[in-house]
């Protein structure tokens, strides 16, 4: 699995979310995660959440980090197992790495993270006809969200670091999670 | 999902885990989660794990809370992705609802939980014909176990309750992937 | 599996073959069928039907009874399945609730229901990104269709029952089919 | 997909229900559908239905006729849709091809054929590494059946003729499901 | 597997590199390979090669034969391996049936056949929501190929004999593969 | 893909052809191949070719160099495919690497390879639960086989160079099918 983080800084208006955009954009083969900062800002055209678009949902903020995950050759149901792993990694990092939580604890919701009623995060899997893809975003500032937030401000972590961190645990897990599928005997 | 706690005691011997353990052994029907109490040894021929076997594992424990994950009709990949989810979630529980670990975290590390070098859990994902099935089992005594080790009596926790916690958390969380994957549009 | 029979009468022209239908305008989460009544005018740019296209087919009628059923994470062949299975719940329902046949017997061949050379139905199933879905409808009348047909109305039924019977008997065949894969032992 | 009537009596005894069958004893490349006369006894090492196992069922009777389907690199979904299929063509043939039901109706419930509460069949599908496959049986007499049944003798119909006629109605299903996964357009 | 030489000259555009081109526009019903000759020409929005995009290729030539597979219900790895094997075979029917060579060698690499570095063919395999489908075309002149190439005129052949020859050949290799997988036991 | 040419000498008896062979007895994780010197002998209960089963067919030889090829997660068709990808190469290699042919040429048909009516290899594909598996072995010397074959010494070629070399030609190519499904832009 290649990893990489986006020095530059863009939007993401879920056009990004469509096969290839590793490869074709930033030239990474194969299985990818790819991070960057910018806002967010989804319009309906390119929303794939269906109970978002049931709930006419507004998905915005001012800056969050993005990560894009592509894994090729997988079913969804995969992919939606990967993309909950995937905020279970963020999760338990950001709980362990800032001081800023006074004891409390962060929690994971399906794919959602939460402390208390505020929400860190937001994260969609899909399917295009040649993989899975994930979005998943965390919040930098609470500004521009239409809902009560956290943000790694608020956890006082910096942005790259985090980013490039819970990538590589997300590569380490993702390459054992195969070799555990080549290591085993089947059973009758 | 169907979800038991099996009140009976009985030893795991690697034995139960094949397709339809649930079904023709406890009449539970469809995907399953199911937990007993017992000690744990698994002779050389019913070890499924390659990785143990290489290395002439020893894997035994005077008692531990078992657990038997069965789903049908889904590839390894899957099995070993919602085989670190049921790790994850039992590591969540365990640190929210314990007041032993005197401020210490629990962490997951591919399919085990540990604490600092103890080990808490064993773990094996694997493949019938007819479906993909997990063993998961956690320490309740450490004793009779080969290895440095955790258990629940550590945490001071009553294993009957964990286990249907945690049983009733992975039915949810099972429960909201495959929802997931019934209302997300697909992408190009 | 949901079961829908929606009140409004639209007609059916194509655009109803997209996946998450069900979902999206009925709010109906996972595998379902959805039933309601309509004229039928399909489009050449929503014909998907190869062997329609190739004999550019008319597809039309005034008014029908319209079912959409959608099935996740299926190949196209087990949507064909499921698609003569269905097909044939109607014709043996239709068979044994009508007296108007005086002793003359229904048939299927295929996807299609016939009395003689009238043709009753018409139907197709295809495959979305996410799911096999298929469009099955029976004329009401026989009123606008371009051959030989028969209709609700000559077999003296009522079409919401007939509707509402008919996805009854679906959903509990599919219910036991996905069953049948659950309890059966794996051969060599 | 290849046809044959095996003209040789012999009884089924659950050993037959594995890959290749039709390939290694009889020659049949590919897709078949095989048939045979005989009795039927099933001891409890081979029965791999779940329910029959649990129930502790006897499954035989003094003859029947014998089918067995192999269709390869399926998924037991389709094999046991494909199954259902088959049971509603012998139902629907042998209602058109006999006068001695009197205006009764045989009907189909899952992969069993019922007159009133009298059973003319058996049925199992599963799958094989290779393959999905199917058994199915109807009685030729009502000797030695452990259940009220009903047989091909009941409905004074030949059983070579009948198993040859469903053969060939369940070859050209076959023939025409795999056809309409290749003569249709995807959808969005 | 359905062969077909279209006689009509026509420009491949990348146009004819969607599902069911051979059937919709050449009543092909099945998996199916045809050809014909005529210039190539593929604008940027019908390239599907991600190498061809990202390094902005030319890819034209004055008179190439073109080749379209199409084979339902696999996934892209088979695809590729087809393209491949496809590729292996018109390298070896053109080694074996000129006598332009002089000796020489032509070889394989992936899926492009050369002669030395002047290069006889260009190829794509790619995935539809129904099939995967490969272009594959050689040089019959070496007249507007942006590249050094070699073209079945260097070789002194006839263009529709090359092409119906190696369109026999695949015919049978995919046959020969198909039923290598329906008569081979399973291992443990 | 790993590669081993393993060099103690062994004979092949068909149970290396099981899951896991190259983990379990050579320490190599993941898809692999590996090679090793000596006798050939199956037994009727290790004969998995149905074909030869059917034959009765005697398969042995007195000293061949065998390959073992696993492959996770795919299915048999592309087992099958790779096979005869496999056979592919060994037979450009050795046509192009030595002198002994006298202008004569090598052919492949399915699996096997071949000058005139002279068998150099024998080869199977066939599927575990978790892996597809070839074994592909020539023959060393000519002695002790049951048909005219030829042999690497006929061909006066050092049979590990052989090995080692077509050994990485192999993975070399599985690795670029692999590339060539992640860098393809899906069509309609």
């Not at 919701?109 to 295009?128: E, M, N, P, Q, R």
């Not at 608020?154 to 590569?171: G, I, Q, S, W, Y």
Request: hydrophobic residues 40%; negative net charge; aromatic residues 10%.
């Amino acid at each position: 699995m290649e990893t990489l983080f986006i020095d530059k800084k863009f939007a993401y208006d879920g056009s990004q979310l469509r096969s290839l955009f590793a490869y074709l954009d930033h030239g990474l083969l194969g299985p990818s995660i790819v991070a960057w900062e910018g806002g967010c800002n989804i319009p309906f055209t390119h929303m794939v959440d269906g109970e978002d678009l049931l709930a006419k949902a507004v998905i915005q903020g001012d800056e969050m980090v993005h990560f894009i995950i592509e894994v090729f050759d997988r079913d969804l149901f995969s992919g939606v197992a990967l993309q909950r792993l995937f905020a279970s990694i963020c999760k338990d990092y950001l709980q362990t790495h800032t001081k800023a939580l006074n004891g409390k604890s962060l929690y994971r919701d399906g794919d959602d993270i939460y402390l208390d009623d505020k929400k860190l995060s937001i994260s969609i899997a899909t399917k295009s006809p040649v993989s899975v893809m994930i979005h998943f975003a965390m919040n930098i500032t609470n500004q521009g969200t239409p809902v009560s937030t956290l943000s790694l401000q608020d956890l006082k972590l910096e942005t790259k670091t985090v980013a490039e961190d819970v990538m590589n645990l997300f590569r380490s897990e993702y390459t054992k999670i195969i070799e555990a599928t080549q290591k085993v005997r089947p059973i009758p």
